[in-house]
T-cell receptor, first 112, second 118 residues
Framework: GENVEQHPSTLSVQEGDSAVIKCTYS??????FPWYKQELGKRPQLIIDIRSNVGEKKDQRIAVTLNKTAKHFSLHITETQPEDSAVYFCAAIGTGFQKLVFGTGTRLLVSP | SAVISQKPSRDICQRGTSLTIQCQVDSQVTMMFWYRQQPGQSLTLIAT?????????ESGFVIDKFPISRPNLTFSTLTVSNMSPEDSSIYLC???????????????FGDGTRLSIL
């Protein structure tokens, strides 16, 4: 089945810097890749997603890129702010209908 | 997106007991999912709850331990049976964004149930 690896596990940046989180997946049939942000004690919230028919998608300060050949996708956050501090999870639709497989998570800390 | 309500939000239970978690959605959805998030860990799919049929369980999860009901298109329950301290986790339900059975639609999560077993 699908396996998703995520790096780094922890990322510390200064406010205003950019942050990049990378994920790789194993199932070449996967074609939907969402990113979730989870603040402490709260639900995971979908922040952006990308489908396999596009290579990049942007939404204000966040963007996701997808390289199908290499089977990896990345989350880019520009001009980071303290409120971006959270755990971020990547995911991929694995074999079987709608089965989201999650990465291990990245704890992002943005220092003022 | 759909509004998802989970009850209870948290509970502390004695080992050997069982707890049923409810998930209510404000619109009809085809697919409902139950996840477990152990402390400091990622999310792991327990099972997919289908209306009118038995739930589909993932490897490592069995119906006797995690029975699921899905009586209609807006409601599901997950029971954690014969609990032990290893079952202490957050249990989350999620739903697809759309009513129809379509592939690759965004999933949205309820607030979760934080379960502690003594």
């Amino acid at each position: 089945g699908e396996n998703v690896e995520q790096h780094p596990s922890t990322l510390s940046v200064q406010e205003g810097d950019s942050a990049v989180i990378k994920c790789t997946y194993s199932d070449s049939a996967s074609n939907y890749f969402p990113w979730y942000k989870q603040e402490l004690g709260k639900r995971p919230q979908l922040i952006i997603d990308i489908r396999s028919n596009v290579g990049e998608k942007k939404d204000q300060r966040i963007a996701v890129t997808l390289n199908k050949t290499a089977k990896h996708f990345s989350l880019h956050i520009t001009e980071t702010q303290p409120e971006d501090s959270a755990v971020y999870f990547c995911a991929a639709i694995g074999t079987g209908f709608q089965k989201l497989v999650f990465g291990t998570g990245t704890r992002l800390l943005v220092s003022p | 997106s759909a509004v998802i309500s989970q009850k209870p939000s948290r509970d502390i239970c004695q080992r050997g007991t069982s707890l049923t978690i409810q998930c209510q959605v404000d619109s009809q959805v085809t697919m409902m999912f139950w996840y477990r998030q152990q402390p400091g860990q990622s999310l792991t799919l327990i099972a997919t709850a289908n209306q009118g049929s038995e739930a589909t369980y993932e490897s490592g999860f069995v119906i006797d331990k995690f029975p699921i009901s899905r009586p209609n298109l807006t409601f599901s329950t997950l029971t954690v049976s014969n609990m032990s301290p290893e079952d202490s986790s957050i249990y989350l339900c999620s739903v697809d964004e759309v009513e129809q059975v379509l592939s690759n639609q965004p999933q949205h999560f309820g607030d979760g149930t934080r379960l502690s077993i003594l």
